[in-house]
Structures are given as C-alpha cells and as structure tokens.
C-alpha cells in the first residue's frame, strides 16, 4: 500500500501554485499584450527563460536564493520566521516561477485574439478598463483561461527538477509524487513507483483530455 501523502501534497502544490499563476498572469499577460515598448522582446524572453533552461540550473539559482544566506531566504526567515529553502513555501515561490510561462503565454494569445472593436464598443457605452475587460474581454477567451490554468497545474504536477533542488525529500513536508517515486526507484521498490507513476499518468491524461473536449465545445459554439 502506497503513502497517499505525496500525492496530497502534489495536489496541493499544483493547486496553490495555479491560483497564484492566476492572479499574476492575467495582468501580466494582458499588459504584455497591450505593451508597444522597445523592451518587450526583452521580457518576453525572460519570461520563457523556463521553457529551455534545464530545471536542474533553475532549481541551483534558486537554492542560492531560497537559502539563510541568499537575500530572499534571509529577508524570508526574518519575516516568517522560517526557512524558506526545504519548506513547502519554497516550492510554491519555485513552482509559480517554473511555470509562470505555461500561464503567460495562452493568456497573451488569448488577449490578442480578442477583437479590439468588442473593447472599443465597450468604451463607447461608457464602460471602464476594468469593466471592459472583466465583462467583455474574459468572456470572449474563456478557452484561453482553461488552458493557461490546466497547462501550469499539470507542469507543476510533473515537476522534478526544481522541487528536488529546493525541497529536497522531506516526508510530509516537500516530498511530492515525482520525489516519491525517484526515491522508490531507487530503493528499487518498482512496484510501488509503478503505482505512483500509473496514478499520475491517469490524471495527466484526464485532465489534457478534458481540456480538449472543452476547447472543442467552446470553439464550436
């Protein structure tokens, strides 16, 4: 019988770190959509940097960064009261860095298709920036905002690289499926990796599958 922990904790991780992609992506997908500035290239490529760069590279920076001696450790610890390297926090600060572009990018694509005459009839009745993008622009890229959602759950789910460098194998703590299973295998426990590999293929599966069966719903009405 398997611990059903790490697969609670990576539930948990994917969650959090989706909710807070939202809540940083919209404005900064929709910004970047809008921006006509020289340095937008420039952005824009740092903001895929995690696309290409090996996770293991990412999760050294970061390592640096999160620990007692790195500025945001130290600032951390003292604000908190608690490390944030090999804490749960730290995986969620990490993970929502990892997987900020699978957020960004379907939020900018879909901002982009918007067509501009549905803002700019919304500014004629007299409707706000805010208005016109909470009332009319979401709406029009509802298939945008499942993907960019489902994608960063499932690549935070997926992760390994990363949470293994900042994280560690902590039980209960930072030891999420994808560690779980790396450490069985290599107690050369395989029938229990198996399980843990089987029900994060399975829910893998489901949840792209559900995401296109819903695009396809969408984009035909």
């Known amino acids: 019988m398997i611990n059903p922990e790490p697969l609670y904790l990576t539930l948990k991780l994917a969650g959090l770190t989706t909710v807070i992609l939202y809540a940083i992506g919209l404005p900064a997908a929709w910004l970047l959509s809008q921006s006509r500035m ?3 290239p420039l952005l824009e490529a740092v ?44 995986l969620v600060l990490g993970s929502v860095i990892f997987s900020l572009p699978f957020m960004v990018h379907p939020l900018q694509a879909g901002f982009n298709a918007v067509p501009r005459n549905l803002s700019e009839a919304s500014y004629s009745l007299g409707k706000s ?5 909470i009332k009319v622009v979401l709406p029009s890229m509802k298939s945008s ?40 295998v290599e107690s ?19 949840i792209l599958l559900t995401v296109y069966l819903v695009n396809k719903r969408l984009d035909i009405r």
């Open 188 to 206: 050369l426990d395989y029938q229990s990796a198996h399980i843990y590999a089987a029900i994060l293929f399975a829910f893998s599966f489901t």
């Open 129 to 133: 920036k805010l208005e016109t993008i």
């Open 47 to 90: 903001l895929a940097l995690p696309l290409v760069l090996p996770p293991s590279v990412l999760g050294f920076y970061f390592l640096l960064a999160f620990s007692r001696q790195g500025w945001l450790g130290a600032a951390w610890e003292r604000i908190f009261d608690h490390q944030l390297a090999f804490s749960f926090d730290g």
């Open 145 to 184: 905002l499942l993907t960019g959602g489902v994608l960063a759950f499932a690549h935070t789910v997926g992760e390994f690289g990363v949470v293994l460098m900042i994280g560690g194998s902590i039980e209960g703590k930072t030891k999420v499926a994808s560690i779980a299973i790396y450490d069985l």
């Open 38 to 40: 020289r340095l937008k």
